[in-house]
């Protein structure tokens, strides 16, 4: 790995977690469609001038097949979006967070290993029983059974985590055989995923407005970081192998879950910060595996 990808996976690192932590505190009711529905129509917007002229620049022409492959990815992240605010609204960021983007990566690298033929090495078997350990330090424990609230963050993280993995192994396939200009890529599939979630942002008008009245610097925010943290992921993933981007870029983990108890003054500080360090350790060592 380049000292210029490990770059832009930290940058991308940092900037992922800041954003979590925004879209964790927007929790009013609103439906998770009007929120998303918000996010992405401003994204593809704001860049759209910026993916027009990367198309030019790079001689981009758009095909049926890159098509194709935008609006599957779309679909993806829609559901990754999904899953993601739904388990925000029933738990803590600090189990949610660090489950999802501790198997997120997990996943990815055991699929490029076993669709891809990446190579799984001493390093990448340890990063993959220091993921599984900082999931057991967070459940095994007498009051799990007891604690809905701490069950549903590690459920919903899990299946996050497994919406992270899909994406991970579809988007870094798609730029690396399309050969296809990640800010494009990323804008072309910001548009898609308007079109899917205009109906549901019609349907509740008032819902979007409460949002945009309540929420709108937060919602700014996220709309512009998450895509500009998730396309420097993108050009990592060109150039990189998706089992080593995959799991470094979830040193985003730390991040999140000292944001998580600090300023969002979830307890438990000290188990969720050992079981943190478990997975950032396991994606390190997946990484450099």
């Not at 509740?204 to 709309?223: E, F, K, P, Q, T």
Request: glycine share 10%; proline share 3%.
């Amino acid at each position: 790995m380049t000292l210029v990808t490990l770059a832009l996976i930290l940058t991308s690192a940092i900037l992922h977690s800041i954003w979590n932590i925004w879209a964790k505190q927007i929790q009013d009711g609103s439906r998770s469609s009007s929120l998303m529905w918000l996010l992405v129509t401003i994204s593809a917007v704001f860049y759209a001038p910026i993916a027009l002229i990367a198309a030019h620049l790079t001689g981009t022409h758009v095909t049926l097949q890159m098509i194709g492959w935008m609006a599957a990815s779309s679909l993806i992240h829609v559901g990754y979006f999904f899953v993601l605010l739904a388990g925000y609204r029933k738990s803590d960021l600090s189990v949610v967070y660090p489950v999802a983007r501790g198997t997120g990566p997990l996943l990815a690298a055991i699929g490029a290993i076993a669709l891809l033929g990446e190579r799984l090495t001493v390093l990448s078997a340890c990063g993959i029983g220091l993921v599984t350990a900082g999931i057991l330090v967070l459940t095994l424990r007498p009051e799990f059974t007891h604690a809905p609230r701490l069950r549903a963050g590690v459920i919903y993280g899990l299946l996050t985590g497994l919406t992270i993995a899909i994406y991970t192994l579809w988007d870094g396939t798609g730029v690396a055989r399309l050969r296809i200009n990640p800010l494009v890529y990323y804008w072309g599939g910001e548009v898609f995923r308007s079109m899917v979630l205009t109906p549901a942002a019609l349907s509740d008008r008032s819902g979007v407005r409460a949002l945009w009245r309540n929420h709108r610097m937060r919602i700014l925010g996220i709309a512009l970081i998450s895509p500009f943290s998730y396309m420097l992921i993108l050009f990592a993933l060109r150039d990189g192998k998706v089992s080593h981007v995959a799991p470094a870029r979830e040193l985003s983990i730390l991040f999140g879950a000292w944001f998580g108890a600090r300023l969002l003054g979830e307890g438990d500080r000290v188990r969720r910060a050992i079981a943190a360090a478990a997975f950032a350790a396991g994606v390190i060592a997946l990484a450099l595996g």
